[in-house]
């Protein structure tokens, strides 16, 4: 163990220094992060001009180790912290590499009470980087050091494996455009529900309404993206415009199994978003059972009226805070709105490949059979 | 003038036969299309094996020439339908590229007046290519035919010029997305305000926090995105990274023609969301301006303090119905749906390029004056 | 057939007299109205005053008639505008009381086809009141006057028999807060979706939870409620409360007859939300065929699992546009919010003649019987 | 202190006993509750028949005391309930009246940290009444009995002392509407943004179009309802349409104090909502101070442009999430909504009173010196 850390402190405007602090014991429910990268932000940059009122009116509390920005790997967590600083509920351990989220929480005040994740704690202690000072021990409450003290409160979110350091100490100022395009999309919402960038979207159904949800979902944001359909002609189709995977149900052949394979390729949690492309009623129940709680289920393949089908509304529907969308068509304005995206995308994405056979009026009834056989996707006459 | 016109006729379930109709006369409100691509829809599929109970239960009317994914070019437009036809007020002519919009709105009952688009007439007159039969003239209401005849009543989206026939005629089945994801973003809403996909989007500010909402913007199908910034370091970064458009304030230094500039870009009606991201208050009058009616304006940027400025709320806010909303932050749960997204984006999108200078704690200042230079993008220390 | 009508006339600012002008004729699409009542808006003060730049930047167009806030009887209309100018679909006829929409509308350009009812015509013609000089004829553009003259492309919006020219007068600056509460609900809509105030609530179930919901909707503002239940004993007790119909299953048996009274008493189109509060399964179908188009049906009595039904996912959901929302529960924050409700409306609402029935602990098995018998509302043990 | 505690006793479906239990001790965490009114719900009669299987497939867990309607004084609570089990986060004292909240909440796993309130915890402990058997010490885990004891992690909602038990009794059942109903209005958020019922809204401006947002407001279950304007004529009108205040800036000449006084009466934490309805931009900047966090302010009284204001946009907008909307007008399907919302309220509120003063056309003068003098409410003009 080292006897000692260095970090830069700003002891005021236009002033900064690299100091040494000692190396800190942890508690039971706090952390100490070895920091791999930590950015400047503007904030940072203002601070340094003495720009200083934060939101909230708190000036800056020098001296200040800065950085609110920060990657790193946890060196030392203690017992009660490894449960609770994880901000999606999972068990943190020494050598996960995970990102400081800057700002501390009571958890027992009014704000933190009722305004789920927003930092407007009523016991405001700061943020890192910028709303403690340094002055006190265990002093390394900034991520321009080496180490980073996560008092007891902090949260952490644990960075995916496949996410390098040099991309994840950008997640804060990527954080922002997500509140911002998210408000822009739900305005009243800090939860998520309906759709988000990143979600996770299942399109039941290959053929060329699938596949046009797929392409769309992937324009918007999606996360992954799951099709399920048939037969492997389609499927590879599907592939190639960017599904992140493809159930045959040709191959999965019982509705369980592939209830069971989306459930594993989500957190066992279920889909955000589930498109009933398929044209069948029966779709709608293994739908709903790859769906997750306050999950959007959308039918939007059931055009023609092809009968009922057995449902239990309480545990398909109501247990799982559902919302069911029906949508059997589109407003006229709605073709504009399309052609000014084909117009935006048409270098990116081939959507005149979505166009697998072309006929003359005159073959008619090899253009109809060819679209029944599902050995092609979308098929146009030429006159 | 040819005497004849060729198309497919559906007498029934699974009978085709190709017929002649004759070469039609439009009126003062009718317009005649020379089809150019006609798809088949799993709706036309339904058709042919005689599944035939539409939406509202409407059977289809037999003898009918199917077809409502069509593209086509104006071969004769009557007076009134030149000022009548076109989804977006503007003038169609002879010669202009076309997307035939299926479903007939009479524009005078309850379904007309209240629901906005959607095609619940009570006047029902039928959608071309399934509502509508061939056996009375004008007989051409479906695209399988070398000729489409559009009725009173009819909408025609005009297809931009950038835009193939083989692409146009994907526009019909991209509907479905586009209501779909919209629904699942506003589930409330039809009209569009808030963030859609292909929404044109300014970004005020070329500093890191723009460069993030430009990327996200990218990310979740933004159509045009203009950057406005400086300095030319920066704003050639924004390029990479997809900006549509760039402004540099140092070269476009009137405000006044900046806003001109993106008018311009914006069909003169303004950009459906304006990002403030710049950190000077004197942004937010420039934003409003450039922002179409029943736009979003976002200020994220003003995370300091940094005074007042003079406002006319009349002008910039409420005679354009504006949304305006403040971001000082975000949720601690951001943090993680990021990652999320870093990790579903990361071959596609080099993240890491942003940071464009890495220095050692030791360099404090240095990293400082080139944070403050604005000639980097996100600097970062590793200790 | 009078030979001239008097009108007050504002020539400019602080510049009023009473004119008199011609009888006019109307055209096939015009029609004029008999004024009853004209009020004084805060804007004809703003005019009188000099202060005169509108929202578009439009200046008062002197001399001008004043008043827009105008109810009258419609004395004399064109065969065409019988069926253009009611904004609900209705066939407008002589001797109908309407209220005069001041905005006129060219229905052709891109905001009449986009903006769904907001008044940015392209071609602006005025609003009656401020827009529209009186020098040129018909002349009679303002409510201040014996007769208003709508032009074509007006639109009147019907009054129903039971509201008196006293209350209707009052129509125009009702719809500011309408439109204001409806975007503080809804921020990204026009559109009548989800809950606005006025709308018809049918509640499926008469017990405490179903009563429970027809307070909550008289509280916000429920336009009719239509509550579906049983025992006689329950209704008497809704309708106490404010129920506006009750329909007895004991007496209405049949399923269908029950949807037939909801459509009667919802203009034939069904109700804008429905809510099952009934545990029982069967209930869903039932109550999704209550529902209007873009209707929003909410599952909140199956908190038990009580098995499957028979639903045909097009018809019930799909055709419809349908909203449906399963809710289990409540968020522990709901809790406040609700005792907040009681204390403000405790002296208007007599929540606690919700409790029926008070038992002592020792008198377990009378209380569960009585709960049992759905002869009681709210059963409570008081130890 | 008593040595025993009496209790109904569910052993199983259709067996109810009445048993004695121990008088617990309580924990530096966890708290008892003397019960005052415990109601049956629906759910208890369920679990009677024998139907006892909850949402996420939970059975009931017999032995069992029934009872999730609970409300009572708090007799004893330990140091850190205190602190932690207020869902307001206010502390809570012995003698406090509380309802309890049914679910327990781990406040670690994936939901408790990502649903924001909704029971969904992954270290499920149950529910007072059916999901905590009372086999185990200390027993008391529902409502029909002498005490309930409130396990480490429960939540209390303190009821505010105007509110007798007979009403805090019904306030689970109530929870249920308040989810529903604002799940209509905002179907993609839990959090309390825009206008939910309840809230409290302060009304900038006194004359016609304060007054119908006013009405409005009421109509629509509004909680405190704060109107700010001048004359004392208008205000006294106010106060008969509702207002619960009403503040004179004739008497309150400071803006400053007029922000006391809101903020005073809304928990010093801002009003819900604010509604510009002056006509005068000054008022912004004084409504924008009286907006909570994450507030709506709708601008909706500068229908004229009378200029600039000062406004710092950083500490008025972004440091406060604040949603600011503009309207200038409405749409034409808004008048028939009016309309039939007058219908429905016309018997229990006298909209036609809003008019004080009625003229001839002859009067135009005095008709418009009485508008301008503000010592009355709507003028109109009877022709």
Known sequence: MRASVKAIVMQGPYQLSLNEFPYPKILN????????????????????????????????????????????????????????????????????????????????????????????????????????????????????????????????????????????????????????????????????????????????????????????????????????????????????YGATSVINIDEVTDPQDRVEEVLKLTDKRGADIVIEATGYPEAVNEGLEMLRILGTYIIVGLYIDMGEIRLNPQRKIVSKWAHVIGIPGQTYQSYAAVLKIFKQYRKKIPFEEMITHVYKLEEAKEAMNKALSEECMKVVFKP
């Not at 980087?129 to 980073?148: A, I, M, N, R, V």
């Not at 494996?161 to 911002?180: G, H, K, Q, R, S």
């Not at 009243?188 to 990143?198: A, I, Q, R, W």
């Not at 944001?221 to 499927?235: C, F």
């Open 29 to 240: 429910n706090s952390a100490l992060i070895k920091v791999e990268l930590a950015g400047i932000c503007g904030t940072d940059k203002h601070m340094y001009k003495g720009e200083i009122i934060h939101p909230r009116g708190i000036p800056a509390n020098f001296p200040i180790i800065p950085g609110h920005e920060v990657v790193g790997v946890i060196e030392n967590i203690g017992k009660e912290a490894k449960k609770e600083m994880g901000t999606l509920g999972e068990t943190l351990n020494e050598g996960d590499r995970v990102v400081v989220i800057p700002a501390l929480y009571c958890k027992k005040c009014f704000y933190c009470k009722n305004y789920y994740g927003i930092s407007f704690c009523e016991h405001y202690q700061g943020h890192y980087g910028w709303g403690l000072t340094c002055k006190d021990p265990p002093h390394l409450f900034g991520g321009w050091s080496e180490y980073l003290y996560a008092l007891p409160g902090s949260f952490l979110a644990k960075v995916p494996f496949e996410i390098p350091p040099e991309v994840a100490v950008l997640t804060e100022p990527f954080t922002v455009p997500y509140m911002v395009f998210n408000k822009a999309m739900h305005p009243y919402s800090l939860v998520k529900e309906g759709f988000s960038p990143g979600d996770s979207v299942v399109i039941q159904g290959s053929g060329p309404i699938g596949l046009a949800h797929l392409i769309f979902a992937k324009i918007i944001g999606a996360g992954q993206i799951i099709v399920i359909g048939r037969p492997k002609y389609r499927l590879e189709i599907a592939k190639k």
